[in-house]
């Protein structure tokens, strides 16, 4: 069976340091693999996704970039914080390529990260 | 690209019945899924339409209607633990195959006993 880990599950960072979330996918090939972030009392807003290695399409513009290093790792970094970077932020990953039009291909995702930027 | 709205709280008594609505606009409609998230966790699946009509799940339900871009969840016989936020997620191959879901804000359901 497939599993998605992520961690570390909180993280209170100072505003100004780096950031290294990791998230990796057991069970399963060639995943899409996203990050999303979710603001306190919102909805899932996608940062990033990757259909391969090396393959990175971001969604939003920030400070924020992301790797895919190896087939099942996707990593979210940042050189410097902000406050506004604070969160719940949620790795997930997908059944790759084109799917049928009757198949559900929903996301399963990972336990998240609470990030506090102080 | 989408747009998806839903009430952002509702409040029901357990026992009850309520149904939780969300309505979108896509170009490239392909699915519509319900997730339940309760504080601090990941979301986790519920529900999947891609035709219209409903789709029955124990004590969930969901509905569809393409035309009108608009989808349902019902929840029966609540509990004090379905107290969570529901999100309404779309999937649309516009933008291609991998940018495959994209969340609304979620309703807060509180359920008081």
């Known amino acids: 069976s497939q599993t998605i880990h992520q961690w570390p599950a909180t993280l209170v960072q100072p505003v100004g340091s780096p950031l290294s979330l990791e998230c990796t996918v057991e069970?399963?090939?060639?995943?899409?693999l996203y990050w999303y972030r979710q603001a306190a009392g919102r909805g899932l807003q996608l940062l990033f996704y990757?259909?391969?290695?090396?393959?990175i399409s971001s969604e939003v513009p920030q400070n924020l970039s992301a790797s895919r290093p190896q087939d099942r790792q996707f990593i979210l970094s940042s050189k410097k914080l902000l406050l506004s970077d604070s969160g719940f932020y949620l790795c997930?990953?997908?059944?790759?390529?084109?799917?049928?039009?009757?198949?559900?291909?929903?996301?399963?995702f990972g336990q998240g990260t609470r990030l506090t930027v102080v | 690209g989408q747009n998806i709205d839903q009430p952002t709280e509702m409040t029901a008594t357990e026992g009850a019945i309520v149904q939780i609505n969300c309505t979108y606009q896509?170009?490239?409609?392909?699915?519509l899924f319900w997730y339940q998230q309760h504080a601090g966790e990941a979301p986790t699946f519920l529900s999947y339409?891609?035709?219209?009509g409903l789709e029955e799940k124990g004590r969930f339900s969901s509905f569809l209607s393409r035309s009108k871009g608009y989808s349902y969840l019902l929840l029966k016989e609540l509990q004090m633990k379905d107290s969570a936020s529901y999100l309404c997620?779309?999937?649309?191959?516009?933008?291609?195959?991998?940018?495959?879901?994209?969340f609304g804000s979620g309703t807060q359901l509180t359920v008081l006993p």
């Open positions: 069970g399963t090939s060639n995943p899409n």
């Open positions: 339409n891609v035709l219209d």
């Open positions: 997620a779309v999937r649309d191959l516009s933008s291609g195959s991998a940018r495959q879901l994209t």
């Open positions: 997930a990953w997908s059944v790759p390529g084109r799917r049928s039009y009757y198949m559900n291909t929903e996301a399963f």
């Open positions: 990757s259909v391969g290695i090396g393959q």
């Open positions: 896509t170009s490239g409609f392909n699915g």
